[in-house]
């Protein structure tokens, strides 16, 4: 036995503490008992700093690569439909997937809060390990550090996701022309709306619950397709109008939706109005915008709805010429308004 | 303009507030005024959820990706020779470097605390651009989150690299064999020491500055001398005798240092004395550890000494057969003690 032997970690009981992230014996076995088993691969068991990984796709037959990062500190860590772990390995394979790219690897930067439960912990990585099985997207390097109590807020998870982007393959924001179709790939506001339900301990008829998912599937499933697909991002922070908002100002075009075509759950909508929210403005974690050319709508639409995780996918609304770049709503009523984004904070620490 | 129009953010006497998270309009302006501002490069300025890259060593002559990650919670945030911002870069350039491989890009994920100074905030944002344009390695997506008062503490960077590693190059941890020197490229200590000393509000006759520094070119300078490499870490958390114990585990192998060889600043030396430190076990974040093959230890050493990072290198031990894997010091008295790791917390939140 070497000198300094620790007992194994009481998952049960244990609390993270300051040792947990300070370098030493505690921070190994922490590694060890917990995350190791947990996300364990074999380019995570290499054991280094870093993680050393194959490039099939880009060394066949050229290609990109594609980079994103997400931190999240949703509150609270656990809700109705997920929870802070599967939220965070979910978020950012949607990051490069919706650039049109394949995610192959996620990096994870965890800060703790010294109190927090390994017993969460151990909950919360068990959900990671899960999401990234179920979506093939391996955990390959991983951080720790650990906070004194009060300078944090339990468990910060910040992950970081690589894929590769097919020669030729040209998605993103500033690609929408006039005349383009807008497609929603189901219902609007279930994550946010979740989440504030728990927060304020609220409950309805029907449970609410977060639509965090992986949509790498069925973004492989459009582009399949063939389709001319101009634009996809997921609606989070923010919601659709942050999401088209966005898009607009980059495109330099205007969008007009029809709200009769929006779909969003009745339960969710009922729960924005109690709330006082725009279901428009609240963060979703498993839905697809899509913009494509007019002409392949309705195979995008049919392709969305075939798909376990776009049965209730629609058709929104269009892109127009406009050079004040605005996003208008054509009401239930047959007015129209604006839809602008957030100003203000509506919804905070909701991803 | 658009509706909802906002005065340019007030950079020197302006706080964080929630929305600067939300994903409304604040959160674009902050993006836009300050992380583009600074950061700016073709692949931020992408504007999607993700930056789209090019993979040019790995198209043209086959190789690996190496990824890495680190989470930055040090505290106090400006530090002698530093602050969280060029550390946050600096450290992961280093975890992809010591894997052998060539750091590509980085992305950035912010956690920021509502009221935190937006100077303080744009002082860090422009010390982390300095350290990437000088390190050649720009940030080319992030992520920037707003907890509330009181839930985090200023500012944690979490930042992710990506590298390409030439096809062959075997680098790692497990690689040490018995008989392999062991050198370090410069003094130890220097880095805890000056946070430490911050900290607790120490001064010392002479200035202790932190180490913080990106080691890649002194690693691609070790790699074009042909010598047989083992293994390269940068010793920050827990010090040397946390990587060099980590290295003799993951190699089964024990190792032998001479503590009349391994440098040490005397004033760091002085003051990990006062201060009850081992300068073993405080944390580096610009030197290297290398283990190379005994017979090239002197051209190591040598191209160490020859460069700017490099100048007070020394070969500290070598690396022995010990089924218990002890990493043991011949003391200056001619003594032998064991270098254990840490078990519990010296110096928390050093990086």
């Not at 917990?34 to 700093?49: K, P, S, T, V």
């Not at 050319?293 to 709805?305: G, H, K, P, W, Y």
Request: charged share 20%; with cysteine.
């Amino acid at each position: 036995m070497k000198p300094g032997y620790v007992r194994p970690l009481d998952l049960k009981r244990g609390c993270v503490d300051m040792t947990h992230g300070a370098g030493g014996r505690a921070m190994v076995q922490l590694i060890a008992e917990l995350f190791a088993r947990h996300l364990g691969n074999e380019y995570l068991g290499q054991g280094n700093d870093g993680a050393v990984l194959p490039a099939p796709t880009i060394s066949g037959k050229g290609g990109k690569l594609v980079m994103a990062t997400d931190s999240h500190v949703v509150s609270p860590l656990f809700f109705p439909g997920g929870d802070i772990g599967c939220l965070s390995v979910h978020g950012t394979i949607n990051d490069v997937a919706v650039m049109g790219a394949t995610p192959l690897y996620l990096a994870a930067g965890f800060i703790l809060e010294e109190g927090f439960p390994l017993a969460d912990l151990a909950r919360i990585v068990e959900s990671m390990a899960k999401a990234a099985r179920e979506a093939g997207v391996p955990v390959v390097t991983g951080d720790t550090k650990v906070v004194e109590r009060g300078k944090g807020d339990g468990i910060f998870i910040t992950t970081t996701g690589v894929g590769v982007l097919p020669e030729g393959r040209d998605i993103g924001g500033a690609k929408a022309r006039p005349g383009d179709a807008i497609l929603v790939s189901g219902n609007l506001g279930d994550h946010g709306v979740a989440i504030m339900s728990r927060r304020e301990n609220l409950s309805f008829d029907a449970p609410i619950a977060s639509d965090t998912a992986a949509l790498h599937g069925l973004v492989a499933a459009l582009l399949e397709t063939g389709a001319d697909i101009r634009a996809l991002r997921d609606p989070t922070r923010g919601g659709l109008a942050a999401t088209l908002n966005e898009i607009a100002t980059q495109s330099g075009v205007g969008m007009i939706l029809r709200e009769k075509d929006i779909p969003v759950n009745p339960v969710v909508a009922a729960a924005c109005e109690f709330l006082g929210l725009d279901p428009l403005c609240v963060a979703n974690e498993g839905k697809l915008v899509c913009i494509c050319a007019d002409v392949d709508a309705e195979r995008v639409l049919a392709t969305m709805r075939a798909h376990p995780l776009g049965a209730n996918a629609a058709l929104i609304g269009s892109v127009s010429a406009d050079d004040h770049h605005f996003v208008q709503l054509t009401t239930m009523l047959g007015g129209r308004r604006i839809v602008d984004w957030l100003a203000g904070d509506q919804l905070p620490r909701i991803c």
